[in-house]
């Protein structure tokens, strides 16, 4: 089993350090305005609209995710954030749209094939599976286990030595989040901190490109809202593209390579933070009007 010093070792699926420094370079150079082309773009989505009945939730005329960054996406309540995460998840069905993944149209596979694709994703309420043990859960995550179909589980020896694999790389990721000592506890018994590690390390059993987290510090005490933190960024620097959907200024300004503001289920401006954090129409339709912000005075007091 890895130190937690050895994180790097573990392979996840992601390139190194120079495709994340690389993709940030590329990404100084883009201009910050809505549905803006990405040098390399991962994820390609064009004309993406769902409509609940008569309230349209999600209506982006076109927008990328570079590969190799950390994109924030950032909204006001209702403004389509986590909809739009679960249409091109395949978790919900567009009305219209398209979208490509790695080059390849994504826009109707089922969320396994997404995620089999390398596009991956936690939800803002953890979905761990209370009465299986952790390492269950992690386990359970694995793709192409030859022991899931009928005539082949029947027949131990077919799987066995790949559960062996499972089982070594589920380990070595729980010891990467801290939950090592946890592996044999029912996920039940995590606190909501450790079962936001937990939907992190177990998105990664599936090698992911990319993986999108929806408010993954909410519900986090301080403590575990750091290592949360370093475990985002060092996926970044080992090659993956993390996408999060975030309310906390501080950690989207923190962490962000790149901002996503939506409202009304538009994209009204992206650009790098210290950017979007000057946009009007970000302050007006999110962080507050101008006026409001005049109104502040030290420590935020009027």
Known sequence: MPAPDERAAIPLGGDDLAVAQRARAQLAEVAPEPGVPKPDPLLRAEGIRKAFGGLVAVDTRHLEVQRGTIPALIGPNGAGKTTLFNV?????????????????????????????????????????????????????????????RFLPALLPRTWRAQEREHTERALALLERFGLADKADDFAGELSGGQRKLLEMAR??????????LDEPMAGVNPALTQSLLEHITDLRDEGLTVVFVEHDMDVVMGISDWVVCLAEGQVIAEGPPEVIGDDQAVIDAYLGTRQDLDDLGPGGAR
């Open 88 to 148: 091109l998840t395949g978790f919900d069905r567009r009305s219209e749209g398209r979208w490509e993944f790695g080059g390849q149209d994504v826009s109707q596979a089922a969320p396994h094939r997404v995620a089999q694709r390398g596009m991956v994703r936690t939800f803002q309420l953890t979905k761990a599976l209370t009465r299986m043990t952790v390492l269950e859960n992690m386990r359970l995550a694995a793709t192409g286990q030859r022991g899931e």
């Open 203 to 212: 998105a990664l059993m599936v090698r992911p490109r990319m993986i999108m």
